[in-house]
């Protein structure tokens, strides 16, 4: 069954340890992808997203859980073989200034991986580069370019051709969007689409942008101080949330009203996330939801599978 | 109770430290070129033997380490010590009460001729080497205008000299540094907040750009301490301050002169102990300069408790 | 009543190599009690408007043309004497930098204090008092033991209360908010909005606050400013905005707001428009958006278009502003 999955991450937890503190950053957080299959990761700020993510591609070791990848296990190869695996999933990271060498060229930076990976001849490896850079909308010409002299959308773009030069199966998307100018997060979406569709693509889709999630992603898992509080495909999730959180949360993002008649009262959700140093008892939600029971602040609710791939963690579902 | 526990374990390193002070400059001068080793090994005594005999020597059984520091504490040199260590931090203090205004000021002058002659200032200060600062001074305020004594210590002004020395050399250092460090604060997000807030321009700096400012230089110059001292050793030389150059340079010539082998033996732990020294004032500041961390940013406090 | 009229507000800013055309000529009014968005991306030129009608943008290598009248009095060619007076006093400032935008050293209660000292508003003791009357106000739980704490123990949405807390000290009968909850999570960012606008509301203050998201924009303001190379491309009541806007640049921005599946039950083509918003090294020469323009003509990049009013309240810097409205909303959405 689970070889029908690209990545099946299951019961992956990862603690930090912070000056003998511990920071409970992922807990128990299970998700899969199939091919071609695109996975956001929504949550606010310190709800572990990033470090789930890190942990799907193998560039965190979860304390527990497995991450199995085409049917291996990550969390237990020796770091040769992980290399190994890495050229079949890549990153884009939010910030490209510091995640691309700026003392190479453009060219030179999305060549990179084919020399680690020794893929083809010279000659095969410069035709790669160039058609790599036509795929991502970026003109040749920028070849020769630093990254300094492209602005920031440009720069993302090169960022996803090296993460595309070795033909990954998975692309783990790092709150791409985030650093960019409105016009230009709509222009890489965009881009990222056009992926999806032309190479079948598989995604997992980290970021606290909503719209840009609810538009790229089949799957949505909502993450609240490190735990996966639910998930289900997207129009499901979007047209009937279940857990409380989810609700909160997609309602948050501001609608643009018809006119200034026409709009929604702000509900802002009273109080803030806990800390990570202090994850309530029983469901981590309990101290800001509006529907809380004594139970809630007692028992840690079971992630549940309800219908269509529907999974809650609550009570009260 | 978290704090006593780093504190002690800040202790327990300060001590190993403070031992391999000690053992060193022994250990090399017994395996050094003329040292005791290569005579006893002429002598045809083994390998082992000669180590056990080098440990002897660090660790000498009539005299214990403990005997070994009360000897040194009862001597002459602790007045040798004061005088360097006065002229260290004397200097020090002198640079900082005018480096700081002065860095400060040229941080936020708008005025460009300003911003051309206090950097090159610093520049002028930074470049020139402290042993001419010294010489110049001596023949301002000596020759020309015989108004300080240019060397000796029996009276208070014959310090005079040697801690300007000193602290001119460091001013045009902490000078720049300050300057450059009070010009990225200005640029803080915090810092256009408080002007937007229409905070006075003087209680901008005073209030919010001159503590990270300080913080950003002492967490500079703390580990530069070593070379502060080390640059206060030849300026004692200079000005013939009895300090511990001087002891310095008497034991470690003695050593080289090859005198009879219980002279050799008592210098032998002077040259120890001078290190010892060395080593323990470098200790003693970097502590310093961690509690004043402290003390400072509240964020040290918070994050380590 | 008109509290602020900015009059051919021009901002240069020397570089290193050349001088930044920030700001070329913006005129516009804020209307006491309202609360005007200036819309754009980064780079148009909007943060810095705020901050030079407060004077912030002065000294070696800044220069600020133009008027910036409060309330009758001329704030550009004030001296910054005077002008430090009218700035936390009449105008406070709510800034996007959250994260820096609290003096880390400095416990949050002295830095509310602050602008009421500095103003000689009230006493000491007074002050204090009033700073934890302030924290309860923007929502900060047991205000009394939050201001010994510093900004770094805090949450996001925490300092920016605070920041409020501060712009908002000295009663000020307007506030800048510069992107205010642009570096806030989306739920945290609803509670700061709904705070501002709770606060606006019932000190009666004027508002202006920068931001490049219309859909707060759409929420809050009552009036639009779009801004783009530093020059106005259209000024429009809100419902004018939403309804009526005519600037293929507002469209643009509108088009490339993201919508998610959720009222439209499909996912909607996105339709970016293309290129960056670049540095301005020399005023522009034509319109400043022709460049990315899908509706440019020719002579929109020789002339500058001049201001189409299409009522009392709708100005449009376009060309084609009255002509082929339809066209033009045809390529963007």
Not at chain 3, 75 to 79: A, D, E, H, P, Q
């Given at each position: 069954m689970s070889a029908a999955y690209l990545l099946d991450v299951g019961n992956v937890s990862k603690v930090f340890r912070l000056q003998k503190r511990t920071v409970r950053a992922v807990h128990r957080a299970s998700l899969r992808v199939r091919e071609g299959e695109s996975v956001g990761i929504v949550g606010e700020s310190g709800s572990g997203k990033s470090t789930l993510g890190r942990c799907a591609v193998g560039l965190l070791r979860p304390d527990e859980g497995a991450v199995r990848f085409l049917g291996t296990?990550?969390?237990?190869?020796?770091n040769k073989q992980m290399r190994a695996q890495r050229r079949h999933m890549q990153v884009v990271f939010q910030n490209p200034s510091t995640a691309l060498n700026q003392r190479m060229t453009v060219g030179r930076n999305i060549l990179d991986p084919l020399l680690i990976h020794r893929v083809g001849t010279r000659m095969q490896r410069g035709v790669r580069v160039f058609e790599l850079m036509e795929q991502v909308g970026l003109s040749p010409e920028y070849a020769n370019a630093f990254p300094f002299e492209l602005s920031g959308g440009q720069q993302q773009r090169v960022m996803i051709a090296r993460a595309l030069a070795l033909d990954p199966k998975l692309l783990l998307c790092d709150e791409v969007l985030s650093a960019l100018d409105v016009s230009v997060q709509a222009q890489i979406l965009a881009l990222l689409l056009d992926l999806r569709r032309d190479r079948g693509l598989s995604m997992l889709f980290i970021s606290h942008n909503l719209p840009a999630v609810e538009v790229l992603s089949d799957v949505i898992a909502v993450m609240y101080l490190g735990e996966i509080l639910e998930m289900g495909r997207t129009e499901d999730l979007l047209a009937n949330p279940r857990h409380p959180y989810t609700r909160v949360l997609f309602d948050s993002v501001l609608d643009i009203p018809e006119s200034k008649a026409a709009r929604k009262a702000l509900r802002p959700l009273p109080g803030e996330m806990p800390s990570p140093y202090e994850i309530p008892n029983g469901c981590v939600f309990h101290t800001r939801c509006p529907v809380a029971q004594d139970v809630c602040r007692r028992e840690v609710p079971q992630a549940r599978t309800l219908d269509d791939d529907r999974q809650v963690a609550c009570h009260y579902v | 109770m978290d704090i006593l526990r780093r504190f002690a374990s800040r202790l327990a390193g300060m001590l190993v430290v403070l031992t391999l002070s000690i053992a060193t400059p022994t250990v090399i001068q017994f395996y050094g070129p003329g040292g005791e080793n290569s005579k006893l090994a002429s002598q045809g005594v083994s390998a082992w033997t000669r180590a056990k005999t080098a440990f002897a020597t660090v660790w000498p059984e009539e005299k214990g380490i403990l005997t070994f520091h009360l000897h040194v504490s009862t001597m002459s040199f602790v007045n040798d010590f004061f005088s360097f260590m006065g002229l260290a931090i004397g200097s020090i203090v002198i640079a900082a009460i005018v480096a700081v205004p002065v860095g400060t000021y040229a941080a936020i002058q708008q005025k460009s001729w300003f911003r051309t002659v206090l950097p090159t200032g610093f520049l002028v200060s930074q470049s020139i080497p402290t042993y001419v600062i010294g010489v110049i001074l001596i023949l301002l305020f000596s020759v020309v205008w015989p108004i300080l004594p240019p060397n000796g210590w029996n009276s208070p002004l014959c310090a005079v000299l040697p801690t300007l020395t000193l602290a001119a050399g460091n001013v045009g250092y902490m000078g720049k540094f300050v300057q450059s460090a009070v010009s990225e604060t200005m640029q803080e997000g915090y810092i256009l907040g408080a002007r937007a807030r229409g905070v006075r321009k003087w209680n901008i700096i005073l209030k919010h750009a001159m503590k990270p400012s300080i913080l950003t230089t002492i967490t500079f110059f703390a580990p530069q301490i070593a070379i502060l001292l080390n640059n206060a050793l030849t300026i004692e030389a200079m000005f013939a301050v009895p300090g511990l150059a001087k002891l310095f340079g008497e034991t470690a010539s003695a050593q080289g002169m090859g005198l009879p082998p219980g002279v050799g033996m008592q210098d032998q732990y002077m040259v120890s102990v001078v290190f010892f020294i060395f080593a323990l004032v470098v200790l003693v500041m970097n502590l310093f300069v961690d509690i004043l961390y402290r003390v400072l940013d509240p964020r040290i406090a918070r994050l380590t408790a | 009543m008109n509290i602020l009229e900015i009059r051919d507000l021009r901002v240069e800013i020397d570089a290193s190599d050349g001088t930044v055309h920030a700001v070329n000529g913006i005129s516009f009014d804020v209307k006491e009690g309202e609360w005007l968005g200036i819309l754009g991306e980064s780079g148009s030129g909007k943060s810095i408007t705020l901050l030079s009608i407060l004077g912030l943008v002065r000294g070696r290598g800044r220069r600020v043309h133009g008027q910036a009248a409060f309330a009758g009095k001329e704030?550009?060619?004030?001296?910054e004497r005077q002008l430090r007076g009218i700035r936390g006093r009449d105008i406070g400032l709510v800034m996007q930098d959250v994260a820096n935008g609290l003096n880390p050293l400095v416990p949050i209660g002295k830095q509310v204090m602050e602008p009421m000292l500095e103003h000689s508003i009230c006493t000491k003791p007074e002050a204090a008092r009033r700073a934890i009357e302030l924290l309860r106000e923007v929502g900060l739980p047991n205000p009394e033991w939050q201001m010994t704490r510093h900004s770094f123990e805090l949450s996001g949405g925490m300092r920016q209360r605070v920041m409020i807390a501060t712009a908002i000290a000295c009663g000020p009968k307007v506030l800048f908010a510069d992107e205010?909850?642009?570096?806030?999570?989306a739920t945290v960012q609803v509670q700061v909005l709904s705070l501002l606008r709770e606060i606006a509301a019932r000190r009666n203050m004027t508002t202006v606050m920068v931001t490049h998201d219309i859909g707060v924009a759409a929420n809050v303001c009552d009036r639009v400013v779009v801004l783009y190379g530093g020059m106005i491309m259209e000024t429009a009541e809100i419902d004018e905005f939403l309804r009526d806007a005519r600037h293929p640049y507002s469209l643009a921005l509108q088009s490339s707001m993201l919508r998610g599946s959720r009222e439209t039950g499909v996912k909607s083509a996105i339709r970016p428009i293309p290129g960056h918003a670049r540095t301005l090294w020399a005023p522009p020469v034509g319109c400043p958006f022709a460049e990315r323009?899908?509706?440019?003509?020719s002579i929109c990049h020789r002339e500058r278009p001049s201001v189409a009013r299409l009522s009392e309240t709708h100005e449009v810097a376009c060309h084609f502003a009255e002509e082929e409205a339809n066209h033009v909303r045809s390529l963007f959405t």
């Open positions: 296990d990550l969390t237990r190869l020796s | - | 704030l550009l060619s004030m001296r205010p909850t642009t570096a806030l999570d323009c899908l509706a440019a003509q």
